[in-house]
């Protein structure tokens, strides 16, 4: 039985009338059919603080609370970032491999 992988939190920032958010919302729920990677669309509209934080990077997106992307979503990179993500839960839980896998740790040889 393979222990269950942790599920990266993705979360996008976007406002009304903002096609390049559309554009970016679209890109990041398409990836979705490839990828597994919980999903948090956060309108800044009307927000005071997210308005100040946000307006002028939006669409923005966060993986795992870093701020990643600005603008635009370049695909390559946010699937990198969705494997270091999901990479970084594993190892800051332990190990899962059997004692006659690979690690995957420089000292092994």
């Not at 919980?38 to 603080?49: C, M, S």
């Not at 990077?57 to 795992?64: D, G, Q, R, T």
């Not at 609370?65 to 970084?88: S, Y």
């Amino acid at each position: 039985m393979t222990a269950p992988q942790a599920v990266p939190r993705v979360v996008v920032y976007h406002a009304a009338g903002c096609h390049l958010c559309e554009r970016a919302l679209a890109r990041v729920r398409a990836f979705r059919n490839g990828l597994d990677f919980e999903l948090e669309e956060v309108a800044i509209d009307g927000d005071e603080e997210l308005e100040e934080r946000y307006r002028e990077l939006i669409p923005a997106v966060e993986i795992e609370g870093e701020l990643v992307f600005t603008h635009f979503v370049h695909e390559p990179a946010f699937r990198r970032r969705i494997g270091a993500a999901r990479g970084a839960a594993v190892r800051a839980r332990g190990s899962t491999a059997r004692p006659s896998e690979p690690t995957g740790r420089p000292d092994e040889a």
